[in-house]
């Protein structure tokens, strides 16, 4: 497993390689895989909660009555009702434009078979199909997690890429972020570390700065 320290060095690395832009530039994380048969099926859908943030994700609600005023209170990026949720369905084209102003969506489970027959066809090829939310839930808690995480995606592919903060964090925030994503996905891969084959950081407008992972040799 790569180290925060060797992250450090490679975060740094990438910004100095990059030309400062009129906007804030993403540091983004890319890992490569090996050895994986992606005929069969292999695919990752992860949120990550990352333990350093300096933009907070954006989180739809999807709620009625009190969880909808509760979600409000909690200061949701945006909080609707069924009746919204049958106007969308009714339109396509502008349920395409609120689908991609939100980074993620939450659901009151009484409100999930709307959401399924409205949306459903467009929030899940995108990965981005709601979270269930009990009633009797804190949504308040829901809110600050999803805030502070990320997804990581990627299906029938030997690599997957994801935001892990922006070029005015300090590098060993970013470093934190990356390990904690890295772990992650470790963790749902078939044999683990043994399946990375290549870690790479890279700014939005910047080239690539690889690390090669090398898989430790057990000796008999």
């Known amino acids: 497993m790569i180290t925060e ?10 910004k100095a390689a990059t030309k400062k832009k009129k906007f804030t530039q993403s540091i983004e994380l890319i890992a490569n895989f090996k050895d994986i048969d992606v005929k ?3 695919a990752l859908n992860e ?20 969880m ?8 949701a990026d945006s909080v609707i009702g069924t009746e919204e949720l049958d106007k969308f369905g009714a339109n396509k084209r502008e349920s395409r434009k609120f689908i991609n102003k939100y980074d993620f969506f939450l659901a009151d489970t009484k409100v999930m078979p709307t959401v399924g027959k409205t949306l459903g066809q467009l ?8 979270t269930p939310v009990p009633f009797d839930a804190p949504i308040d808690a829901f809110l600050s997690r999803f ?11 030997l690599s997957v890429s994801c935001k892990i903060g922006d070029e005015t964090m300090e590098d060993a925030d970013l470093a934190i972020n990356a390990h904690t994503v890295l772990n992650a996905i470790e963790k749902k891969l078939p ?5 990375m084959r290549r870690i790479m950081i890279k700014t939005t407008m910047g080239k690539p700065i690889k690390q090669i992972q090398e898989v430790r040799k057990k000796f008999a």
């Open 123 to 130: 929030l899940g090829p995108r990965g981005k199909m709601p």
């Open 68 to 75: 909808g005023q509760k979600a409000k209170q909690a200061n």
């Open 47 to 66: 949120v990550v909660q990352l333990p350093k943030t300096s933009s907070p994700a954006t989180v739809c609600v999807m709620a009625t009555g009190e």
């Open 147 to 157: 805030r502070s995480s990320i997804k990581v995606r990627t299906r029938a592919s």
């Open 40 to 42: 069969k099926g292999f």
């Open 191 to 195: 044999n683990g570390e043994k399946n």
């Open 5 to 14: 320290s060797q992250l450090v060095d490679m975060i740094k690395e990438a």
